[in-house]
C-alpha cells in the first residue's frame, strides 16, 4: 500500500471516530467558554512568479497558507438527514479537548463535506497601478495534505482528518488546522491569462467577505499582497529564481512565541550519534589529468533516544531557527538550540540543509589532515538500518508523522529525524565533495568521518563520533586508484591487498 493510500486510510478512521458526535451535535455551552479561535494568512514569499505557458495557460508560484491563531481551528460540517442542506459550525475545546462551544456559522455558503469551504479563497490579480486584471475564487481544505508547523505551540503532529473527501451519504465532517500550524491554499485567478513575459503586477490573496465576519477576522489577518513577475513556464525552476525570499506576513514584526522552554532533556531521551568508517571508495580519473576519491560515508544514531531538528521560519530572515527536540513515550520532554537551517538551491539538492550533522577529512599517514570534503549540509533521514536491536529502535520509521521533510525554498518549517537503530549514509561523489588528490602522493592515508563536529547536537556520547578507514593510493595518471583493507571482518570493497594490509 502506497503512503498516499495509507494517509487516505487513516484519515477515514479518524473521520468515521467521530461521526458519532458530529451527528448527535455538541452539547450545549458551557459557562466558562474558551478563547475563540481565528485564522490568518500568511504569505512565505517576499515576491512572487507567475509561470507563463502556450495559450495563455499560466501556474502561480504564491505559496500562501492559512494559519490558526489562538488555538486549533477546527469546523464541523454536520447534515441532519439527507433532505437538509449541510450546516457548518466552529467548534471551540479547552485546554484538555473537550467541547466547549458550538458556533454556528450563518451568513456562509454550504460547505462541501468531500471538498472543504466553498468560495473562501479570493484571488486577484492587478497591475501595479491598482488596475483590476482578473479574479477568482477557490475551495478551500484546512485537512491539506500540505500542512506545515509555525511553531512549537501546538502539537508534534496534526491531529486532524488529511484531506477533504467524502461519498455521497457522508453525513459529518471534521475540518481543523492544529494551533501552531498552517495549511496551504490554492491561488489561481482563472483558467487562462492575457499577460506578458516580463510584466510585473500584484497578487492579493484575501479570505472572502462571508467567512470574515463569521469568524471574526480582524481585516489585517484576512489579505496579503505581494508584487508578481511573468516569466516563461520552465517547470520547478523557479526555486533558484528566489533564493533568500523573506517570509512576510499580515504582523511582520510578529514573530511565533515557542511554547516549548529551552530545557535540559533527561539522558533516557538524548540520541547517540556515531560514525561509521567510509567505504564504496573509487577513484575519478578525469580527461583533464585531475584525479578524485569518491566514497560513502554513514552516520547513526544509536539510541535511546531520537534525533529530531526542527526549524522554523522567522518573519524576516532568510534562514530558519534550529532546534533539538527530545522525547519520552512519544511526548516532547524538551529542546535545545541547535543553530540554523539554510535553503541550498544547487542542482540536486532544492532542499533546507543542518549544517552540523557530519564531517569528512582525508588524513595522511600521521594522521594530520590534507583535504576536506566541501560536504557540510545535511537534510537527515533513515537510509540504512543499522542496529535495529538497541533500546528505542524504530522497525518502521516510514510509518510515521515523526519524519523528515527536508521542504521547499518557500516552507514555513522543516523537521529532520533520524531514528534510533538508524543510520544517514551520503555518497561523496559530486563536485566540491570527493576529495582531490591529483597532487597527493601515493601511500598510506585515512578517511576520517567525523559526527557532530561542532558538538551543536546534545547526545549521550562524543566518545564514539570519529571513525578512521585506512586506504591506500596507487597507480599513476589514468590508472590511479584506490586499495581499502578489511576493517576487522568487514571487506566492504571486496578488495584484495595483499600486503598492503
Not at 468515521?16 to 455538541?26: D, E, F, H, I, R
Not at 433532505?83 to 458550538?102: A, F, H, I, K, Y
Not at 512565541?257 to 529551552?262: L, N, R
Not at 528505542?392 to 529532520?416: F, K, M, N, Y
Request: charged share 20%; hydrophobic share 40%; with cysteine.
Amino acid at each position: 500500500m502506497t503512503s498516499s493510500r495509507l494517509r487516505v486510510r487513516f484519515a477515514a478512521i479518524a473521520l468515521t471516530a467521530l461521526l458519532p458526535l458530529v451527528a448527535a451535535g455538541v452539547a450545549s455551552t458551557p459557562a466558562a467558554a474558551a478563547t475563540t479561535p481565528s485564522i490568518r494568512l500568511i504569505a512565505a514569499s517576499a515576491d512572487a512568479e507567475i509561470h507563463l505557458f502556450r495559450k495563455g495557460n499560466y501556474q502561480i508560484h504564491l505559496p500562501v497558507f492559512v494559519a490558526s491563531v489562538g488555538g486549533a481551528f477546527e469546523l464541523w460540517g454536520q447534515r441532519p438527514s439527507y433532505d437538509e442542506p449541510v450546516g457548518l459550525s466552529q467548534v471551540v475545546r479547552d485546554p484538555s479537548g473537550d467541547v466547549v462551544e458550538n458556533l454556528p456559522l450563518a451568513g456562509v455558503p454550504e460547505p462541501d463535506l468531500g471538498r472543504g469551504m466553498p468560495e473562501f479563497i479570493k484571488t486577484s490579480l492587478t497591475k501595479l497601478n491598482g488596475t483590476p486584471i482578473k479574479d477568482a475564487s477557490r475551495t478551500f481544505c484546512p485537512n491539506s495534505y500540505n500542512q506545515e508547523r509555525i511553531d512549537d505551540s501546538g502539537p508534534e503532529l496534526s491531529t486532524y482528518p488529511v484531506g477533504c473527501w467524502a461519498s455521497p451519504f457522508t453525513r459529518g465532517g471534521v475540518f481543523g488546522i492544529d494551533e501552531g500550524w498552517a495549511a496551504r491554499a490554492q491561488t489561481s485567478v482563472g483558467p487562462k491569462l492575457a499577460i506578458n513575459e516580463g510584466s510585473r503586477y500584484e497578487i492579493t490573496v484575501s479570505i472572502a467577505e462571508p467567512y470574515r465576519t463569521a469568524l471574526a477576522i480582524p481585516a489585517e489577518d484576512a489579505s496579503v499582497t505581494v508584487p508578481a513577475t511573468v516569466v516563461q513556464g520552465a517547470g520547478d525552476d523557479h526555486q533558484s529564481h528566489r533564493k533568500g525570499a523573506v517570509l512576510t506576513t499580515a504582523e511582520p514584526e510578529a514573530t511565533p512565541a515557542a511554547a516549548m522552554p529551552i530545557t535540559t532533556p533527561p539522558a533516557s531521551a538524548l540520541p547517540d550519534i556515531e560514525a561509521l568508517p567510509a567505504w564504496g571508495m573509487s577513484v575519478q580519473n578525469r580527461s583533464s589529468g585531475r584525479s578524485f576519491l569518491t566514497f560513502g560515508a554513514t552516520a547513526w544514531n544509536a539510541g535511546p533516544g531520537i534525533l529530531m531538528v526542527e526549524g522554523f521560519r522567522d518573519p524576516q530572515s532568510t534562514t530558519m531557527d534550529a532546534y533539538q527536540y527530545f522525547y519520552e513515550d512519544g511526548e516532547a520532554v524538551g529542546k535545545v538550540d541547535a543553530g540554523e537551517l539554510e535553503y541550498d538551491d544547487r542542482d540536486m539538492h532544492d532542499h533546507w540543509h543542518f549544517r552540523d550533522f557530519a564531517a569528512y577529512s582525508l588524513l595522511d599517514v600521521n594522521k594530520v589532515k590534507v583535504v576536506d570534503s566541501g560536504k557540510e549540509a545535511f537534510c537527515l533521514a533513515p537510509t540504512d538500518p543499522i542496529d535495529l536491536t538497541v533500546d528505542g529502535a524504530a522497525w518502521r520509521p516510514w510509518l510515521t508523522d515523526l519524519s523528515t521533510a527536508c521542504g521547499e525554498q518557500d516552507s514555513l518549517w522543516i523537521r529532520e529525524v533520524l531514528q534510533a537503530g538508524w543510520g544517514d549514509t551520503y555518497a561523496q561523489y559530486r563536485p566540491g565533495q570527493s576529495f582531490e588528490i591529483t597532487d597527493l602522493p601515493n601511500g598510506k592515508y585515512f578517511v576520517r568521518v567525523l559526527a557532530n563536529p561542532g558538538n551543536v547536537l546534545l547526545e549521550g556520547s562524543t566518545d564514539n563520533n570519529v571513525a578512521l578507514r585506512k586506504i591506500w593510493l596507487k597507480g599513476k595518471g589514468s590508472e590511479r586508484h584506490v586499495v581499502v583493507p578489511p576493517y576487522g571482518l568487514v571487506d566492504s570493497e571486496g578488495s584484495s591487498c595483499g600486503v598492503f594490509c
